[in-house]
């Protein structure tokens, strides 16, 4: 009787170890779909990351594209703002 109880409680403990690993929590299947979750959520935050990139730098050349508008109509054009009092001084 003993002879055949230890061979079938490790039968029965590999069953249960082969049942988690294939349907478990941290079954092969489930680190397989979270491994492809997350080399779709990298390329996402790549295509995120690009964009934001992209974005910084139009915001970059507006405000310097504004500015270089404003040096050019204070320079050329003699234009001020409100409450301001333009001095010139000839060289």
């Known amino acids: ?51 934001v990139a992209r974005l910084e730098a139009e915001i970059g050349d507006l405000r310097e594209g504004l500015e270089m508008v404003e040096d050019r109509a204070r320079s050329e054009l003699g234009m001020v703002k409100p409450n301001e009092i333009l001095v010139q001084i000839a060289k």
């Not at 230890?6 to 491994?35: D, E, H, M, N, T």
């Open 1 to 51: 009787m003993k002879q055949r109880l230890i061979p079938a409680a490790l039968l029965a403990l590999l069953l249960i170890l082969q049942g988690q690993l294939w349907f478990g929590r941290g079954s092969v299947l489930k680190v397989a779909q979270l491994a492809d979750e997350l080399s779709a959520q990298k390329s996402r935050n790549e295509e995120t990351a690009r964009l």
